[in-house]
């Protein structure tokens, strides 16, 4: 439904790239480590919200203002840019890592994503992605058995 959308907010480039899986468990007040690699690229400030495949995205400031930018260019007249707008920005949280590296996730937040012990956190190019263990080994597993067809499919984007 928002694959048009979702393609053009990603169009920007970043001057650093995450990536990577890291295994980390959240404990009962919402807080999570944020693995040492990723922390320099995120910055002192970063934002937090909901992403799709029921996981979230975590965002430096300057990529998090691009996307910003280019959300505010979407025409407030298609329903798809009003809903994609108000899923994105609603679960928008800033967050700031403590002395031990974590960081506090609300919990409507986690309750989206299904946080609540074991975790995996991931780099994605501009991004990082929290996911609950469980999830992320259903969806690597799914889409492992169509790697093949998706490299197919972006091959019209030059991959």
């Known amino acids: ?12 480039g970043a001057d650093y790239m995450f ?17 040492a690699k990723f922390r320099e690229g995120l910055g ?7 992403g799709l495949d029921k996981c979230l995205f975590a965002y430096p400031m300057d990529e998090w203002k691009a996307l910003e930018e280019k959300l505010k260019k979407l ?11 108000r899923f994105f920005f609603s679960g928008a949280v800033e967050c700031e890592v403590d002395k031990q590296g974590r960081i506090n996730i609300p919990q409507p937040l986690r309750s989206y994503a299904a946080l609540s ?4 956190v991931i780099g994605v190019s501009n ?7 469980e999830n992320w080994e259903d969806y690597f597993s799914d889409s492992e058995e169509s790697f093949s067809e998706i490299a197919e499919n972006l091959m019209d984007f030059d991959i």
Request: with cysteine; proline share 3%.
């Open 1 to 12: 439904m928002w694959g048009n959308v979702v393609t053009w907010l990603y169009e920007s």
């Open 19 to 35: 990536m990577g899986e890291f295994q980390h468990n959240i404990d009962t007040k919402g807080r999570i480590i944020v693995p």
């Open 44 to 50: 002192d400030n970063f934002v937090v919200t909901r």
């Open 75 to 85: 025409p407030l007249t298609k329903k798809d840019a009003r809903a994609f707008t």
């Open 117 to 120: 012990k074991e975790c995996v």
């Open 127 to 133: 991004r990082i992605e929290f996911w609950a263990s």
